[in-house]
């Protein structure tokens, strides 16, 4: 079993940085994928970001690339959402994921473990 506890949510305004970070219990967690997804209010959950176990590989949704990057500290158990250049329809819960396998994937139902999210509201 494995907990996440994502941090760094926040009201900010458009154009700034923001930081989430998600911890992560256990202690295989560079075996783990690892993900962040979000929901806006009204729809659906949607991919945002992944890293392997490693760390070295990534992807980023279209929506974000360029702007989002993730990484991972594995010897903190913590993977990271660096969100730059924020726009409003960035507005939504962030969600971390974890994944039983060091293989990232963007697929929600790839992932097994879920933390309980953290809101992220960029006003104009």
């Known amino acids: 079993q494995v907990q996440l506890v994502e941090s760094g949510g926040g009201l900010v305004q458009a154009g700034v940085s923001l930081r989430l970070s998600c911890i992560a219990s256990?202690?295989?967690?560079?075996?783990?994928?690892m993900g962040w997804f979000r929901q806006a209010a009204g729809n659906q959950r949607e991919f945002v970001a992944a890293?392997?176990?490693?760390?070295?590989?990534?992807m980023e949704a279209a929506s974000v690339k360029g702007r989002f990057s993730i990484s991972r500290d594995n010897a903190r158990n913590t993977v990271y959402l660096e969100m730059n250049s924020l726009k409003p329809e960035d507005t939504a819960v962030y969600y971390c994921?974890?994944?039983?396998?060091?293989?990232?994937?963007?697929?929600?139902?790839?992932?097994?473990?879920w933390g309980q999210g953290t809101q992220v509201t960029v006003s104009s």
């Open positions: 256990g202690r295989t967690f560079s075996q783990h994928a």
């Open positions: 994921a974890a994944r039983v396998v060091s293989l990232l994937s963007g697929r929600h139902y790839d992932f097994d473990y």
């Open positions: 890293i392997s176990g490693s760390g070295g590989s990534t």
